[in-house]
């Protein structure tokens, strides 16, 4: 049973607020495994595969946003959710500028915790069965080929690491050729209508997304 359950990293410095996030999303349905900084993270990540990261941005040693930032250039695209200080917007820019695909501010709800990670891995769900509503996996614009089937982004025949949170833009802008998307109505394709932003957050991931295909 344990298998078919989503598994969880959570990496936070904090003994008492890992301990208390592992044993919530344990009750929430989670396998979650905590650890206290990157080293043991890599580790894990070695042996066996998982379906999200929780990771935090203060930390001594190897911070959150260096952490984030390496395993998006070692090609790693696991989903990452942010835990930033007060909710600093220059955090939470900086951090989706990183490779991060959501943030949360402390002190946070567990509970909203579990929503935003529900919420990330059944966008995933959505974006693998999206191959099942049309026989034409493969779209094709200038040199990229977007994979529907693969969730991938290819040019000219090469594979492009790209973060869930970018696939999830690029394929809401191929769904929607010629048309113009306001930031609430983009946000609402690529996120989800449970996913509430305060700032303008989804323009730093255009901005990646820009980056990388043009």
Do not use: W
């Amino acid at each position: 049973m344990e298998e078919k359950r989503p598994k969880i990293i959570v990496l936070d410095d904090d003994q008492e607020l890992r301990a208390m996030l592992a044993r919530y999303l344990n009750e929430q349905g989670f396998v979650t495994r905590a650890v206290s900084d990157a080293v043991q993270l890599d580790r894990l990540l070695q042996r066996e595969p998982f379906d999200l990261l929780v990771l935090d941005l203060m930390m001594p040693g190897e911070d959150g946003l260096t952490v984030c930032r390496r395993l998006r250039a070692q090609g790693e695209t696991i989903p990452i959710i942010m835990l930033t200080a007060r909710g600093d917007p220059v955090d939470r820019i900086v951090g989706l500028e990183m490779g991060a695909d959501d943030y949360l501010a402390k002190p946070f709800n567990p509970r909203e915790l579990a929503a935003r990670i529900s919420a990330m891995l059944r966008r995933q769900t959505m974006l693998g069965a999206g191959k099942s509503v049309s026989h034409e996996e493969q779209v094709h614009f200038g040199p990229f080929t977007l994979d529907e089937g693969q969730r991938q982004l290819l040019r000219d025949g090469k594979v492009l690491e790209c973060t869930t949170g970018e696939y999830a833009l690029l394929r809401a802008f191929v769904a929607n050729p010629n048309r113009p998307l306001g930031r609430e109505r983009l946000i609402e394709l690529a996120k989800g209508r449970d996913y509430e932003a305060t700032d303008r957050s989804i323009d730093v991931q255009i901005l990646r997304l820009r980056r990388l295909i043009e």
